[in-house]
Each structure stands twice: as C-alpha cells, then as structure tokens.
C-alpha cells in the first residue's frame, strides 16, 4: 500500500502511525525490535543531517533491508527537507514520501515551492508533506508563537494539493522547558477544513495523553526523534562510564534496547487510541 493511502486510511479510522528518525544503524534496530513486536506499521524518517552523515544509497538500504528482514510494513520518508533539489534527489532514489519544509518563507512561497514539489511527486505517485505555521527547531527560539491558521491551512492545501500537512498547535523540535499544552480547539478547526491528512511534530515529550487526544482530533502521523537520540547517548554514556570494553558490538545493545523502549512506549500510545469495531474510540471508552 502507498503511504498516501494508508494515511487516508488511518485518518478516516481516527488512529495514526508513527514517524520515527534513525541516524546509524544501531538506532534503526532498536526502532524495528519495538515495531516488530507491536505488529503495527511504521516510517522510518531520514533527514539532510543523516543523509549527509551515512550517504543516499547506504541510509535507504539499511531502512528496506531492515524492514524487509523484520517482516514490517513500513516506508521510508524525507524529513524537513528545504529544497527542491533534495527532494528530487531522493525520489529518483526511491524514497515513499517526502516532506517539503517551506513553512519560514511567505505564505505565497511556501505554496510555490509545495507545489512544485507536489508535481515532482506525481511522478513516482509519492506521498507529500508540508508545513504551515512554526514549529521552533532545534536551536530556535521557542517564544514565538505563530500557530497555523486554519483559512490558511484550507488555502495552503488546496492551491498545493498535498497528501500531509505538518500543523503548528504548540509543540516544538527538541526538548521542552515546561510541558507543552496543545491547541485542540484550533486543531479540530483545522481538520474540519483542509483536506489533507494532519502531522504532529515535536512528539517527543508530549504527554501520553495529549498525543492520544491530539489523534482524536485528526492527528494520523506522530513524529518522535529526539526522544530516540537523548535514550540512545545516555545510555551509551552510562555504559561507557563503568566499562572498560572495546568491542563496539558489545557496548551498543543496552542503547539499542533504550531506544526500543522509547518507541513502544509510543506505539502503545496510539494502539490504545485506536477505533473499535463500531469505529469508537478506545481512549474516550476508557475516560
């Protein structure tokens, strides 16, 4: 199934997946050891920092072979990526999705450069990703605010004709200095008028319930990555801190496990959000 379809479907179930980053292949296993036990589907995201770091061709190698040996459905996405030419680069290479990040141009440039992206797209009938609003990154400011409208989202996804679009409701990129409180309200207008299905990022430290509320709401994709990296280093660090071992094989695994922690934590998230068999939600069953 292509990931477009497969998020029309989980939107219109009111459930969502998972979007994880992974940077070596250490973080890649422990990613697909927490998917493979939880049966459910997964996107495995990869953004320039990575692509740059283990190169195009090794990167997407290492995520199919790694889906295909642990017998999950899964896809590979381009995360953030703020050009054209990126973008190109990595559906001629064979990537499922891609995400186009225009969202700190003007409104009209934004639109412009989704579009083209969009176009590209057809082409390989891959899935496409924007965003609209901000959502501080790594190393930016966190104070301002600059939620996504919803009249500007119903704009931006039908002059663009995208499959996802990345919302600003009150999360960030990274660590959070106090816990985040969403917008709800605003994205429940949003998913009432735009046509596309609606990404969360910035998972990582949202509170578990949040996350489910949020996915209530229309959420179908949640991405967590610096939850993924922070469980990877400090576990590593306290390992290295008392071993004297140099065999890499033997000091990676406890961070393998960190990381498979982390994300069946967040598996278990939206597995209990799911719908039943009458299409009610399990998380408003259980309130």
Not at 6 to 14: G, V
Not at 226 to 247: G, H, N, P, Q, W
Not at 249 to 264: L, M, Q, T, Y
Request: proline share 3%.
């Amino acid at each position: 199934m292509k990931l477009k379809d497969k998020l029309r479907e989980l939107h219109a179930n009111k459930s969502a997946i998972l979007a994880t980053n992974f940077y070596n292949f250490e973080t890649l296993q422990g990613i697909l050891k927490a998917v493979k036990s939880s049966g459910q589907p997964i996107i495995l995201q990869l953004t320039q920092s990575s692509i740059d770091y283990m190169g195009l061709e090794n990167c997407l190698a290492l995520a199919r072979a790694g889906l295909k040996s642990a017998g999950i459905e899964g896809w590979v996405h381009l995360d953030h990526a703020n050009s054209y030419e990126l973008v190109e680069r990595c559906l001629h290479a064979g990537f499922d999705s891609v995400m186009i990040d225009g969202s700190e141009l003007p409104f009209e440039q934004n639109i412009e450069l989704t579009r083209r992206v969009v176009k590209l797209a057809e082409q390989f009938d891959a899935n496409v990703e924007a965003e609209l609003g901000y959502v501080a990154k790594l190393g930016q400011s966190t104070d301002k605010v600059a939620f996504t409208e919803p009249e500007d989202a119903k704009t931006f996804v039908a002059e663009t004709g995208i499959n996802a679009l990345a919302v600003a409701i009150g999360t960030v990129h990274g660590f959070y200095k106090s816990e985040p409180k969403l917008d709800f309200a605003r994205l429940e207008q949003i998913n009432g008028v735009a046509n596309a299905c609606l990404v969360l990022h910035g998972g990582s430290g949202v509170p578990h319930e949040q996350v489910r509320r949020a996915v209530e709401l229309g959420i179908t994709k949640i991405n967590v990555a610096t939850e993924l990296k922070d469980a990877f280093m400090r576990k590593l660090k306290d390992v290295l801190s008392y071993s004297k071992e140099i065999d890499l094989r033997k000091v990676f695994p406890p961070a393998i496990d960190a990381v498979s922690g982390i994300v069946e934590s967040k598996l278990n998230i939206i597995a209990q959000g799911e719908p039943d068999a009458a299409g009610r939600s399990k998380v408003l069953q259980a309130k």
